[in-house]
C-alpha cells in the first residue's frame, strides 16, 4: 500500500465529516501496461476536487468530467477504461496512452455515519499495524472489512460479484541519519509513495533540513525503531550515515523487528567488519546479521549519492516484489 491511499482516506473522512458525498474510486484490475496498479485509489468530491490517482491523468479527467455531469449516482459502479470494444456506457471509449486497460470500482459515499465509519475503518488500517480484508458486493455496494493474517495473495480478487480487496499498512521508510545518500534516498522514496520518516538526534545535521513530504524525528534512529508500532511488515530500514552510533544501533534494534528490508550503506570491507562487530559487541546472530543488506543496494556501479539512493531503493522495491536478484 502507498503513502498516498492514506491521504486519499484521509481526505475522504474529512470531506464526509463536513456533510459532502464523496466517489471513492478503486482500480480493480489491469490488463496490459498502467501506471498505476490494482488497489490504487482516487476520491472525488461532486465539483471535481480529487485525492489520488487512477492512470496517469487521462482517466481521472474522463471520470471527473462524467462526475460533474451526473454520472455515478449508483450506490456502486464498475467502468473499464481503454477498451475500445467496450462500448457499454454509450460514449468514446477513451485510449491510454500506455495501451493498457483499467477497471475502476467506483463507490458513493453519502455523507453518512455508516460512511465515516467505513471511512475510519480504513485509516486505521491504513495507519496500523495489520491486514484487512474488504469485501465489497458489486450488485449492492455494501461492505465489510475482517482482520487478515497472512502477508500474500494478490491485492484485488474477484469472486463471484464480490470485490475483495487487501487493505494494509502504508509502506515506509525509516531512514537512520541525515546524509546526502539519505536525502536523494528520501527524494526518490518520496516519489514512489512511502511514508518517509527521518530519525536525526543531531542539531547541527539539521540546520538545513527541507525535505518535502518527509517526517522528522528529532531521535536516536534505535529508539525510534524499537518503540511498539513504528516499525511494521510494510517498513524498510535503512542507514547511510558511515557513523556506527547511528548505524550500528540502528541496525541492532532493525533486525528484531518485522521490517522486510533492512540495509546500512558501506563498501565490502566496512561490511564485513560491521558484520564481525554486530555479533562481537551487539550480540547479534548470524541468522540477524543475515538479514541487513550490507552493501546496501544492487550493483549498479553507482558513484554519486543520487545513484547510490537509486541503487538502495531499487533494491528496496525488488524485495518489496518478491523478485530475486538473477531474476533482474
Known amino acids: 500500500m502507498q503513502h498516498l491511499d492514506v491521504q486519499v482516506i484521509k481526505q475522504a473522512l474529512e470531506w464526509s465529516q463536513t456533510g459532502h458525498t464523496v466517489w471513492l474510486c478503486t482500480v480493480l484490475s489491469t490488463f496490459g501496461s498502467s501506471p498505476r496498479e490494482p488497489g490504487s485509489m482516487m476520491v472525488a468530491r461532486s465539483n471535481a ?23 455515478w449516482q449508483q450506490p456502486v459502479q464498475t467502468v473499464r477504461y481503454g477498451d475500445p470494444a467496450d462500448d457499454h456506457s454509450g460514449r468514446p471509449q477513451i485510449r491510454l496512452p500506455c495501451g ?20 475510519t475503518q480504513l485509516l486505521n488500517v491504513l495507519e496500523g499495524q495489520q491486514q484487512a480484508l474488504r469485501q465489497v458486493d458489486l450488485s449492492s455496494g455494501e461492505s465489510e472489512l475482517s482482520p487478515l493474517n497472512d502477508q500474500g ?23 537512520c541519519g541525515l546524509s546526502t545518500v539519505a536525502k536523494a534516498c528520501a527524494d526518490f522514496a518520496v516519489t514512489l509513495g512511502y511514508e518517509v520518516i527521518v530519525c536525526e538526534p543531531r542539531e547541527e545535521v539539521l540546520a538545513d533540513f527541507d525535505l518535502t513530504g518527509v517526517r522528522l524525528e528529532r531521535k536516536l534512529p534505535s529508539s525510534f525503531i524499537k518503540k511498539a508500532g513504528n516499525c511494521h511488515a510494510q517498513t ?66 553507482s558513484k554519486t549519492p543520487a545513484e547510490i539512493a537509486l541503487a538502495a531503493m531499487a533494491d528496496i522495491l525488488r524485495v518489496q516484489r518478491g523478485r530475486a536478484r538473477g531474476d533482474l
Open 236 to 301: 524498510a530500514v535503512v542507514a547511510m550515515t558511515h557513523d556506527p552510533r547511528i548505524d550500528d544501533l540502528a541496525m541492532i534494534e532493525a533486525v528484531k523487528t518485522d521490517a522486510f528490508y533492512i540495509g546500512v550503506m558501506g563498501s565490502r570491507k566496512t561490511s564485513d567488519a560491521r558484520a564481525s562487530r554486530l555479533m562481537r559487541v551487539g550480540g547479534l546472530t548470524a541468522e540477524q546479521v543475515e538479514r541487513i543488506h550490507m552493501p546496501i543496494g544492487l550493483a549498479l556501479g
Open 153 to 175: 495473495g494478490d491485492r484485488i480478487e474477484l469472486c463471484g460479484n464480490k470485490a475483495l480487496i487487501r487493505i494494509g499498512p502504508a509502506s515506509r521508510l525509516i531512514i
Open 100 to 119: 493498457g486497460i483499467l477497471d475502476v470500482l467506483v463507490e458513493k459515499l453519502p455523507a453518512s455515519a455508516a460512511s465515516q465509519h467505513l471511512l
Open 49 to 71: 476536487q480529487h485525492v489520488g490517482s487512477l492512470s496517469g491523468g487521462c482517466v481521472e479527467d474522463d471520470f471527473l468530467e462524467q462526475l460533474q455531469n451526473g454520472a
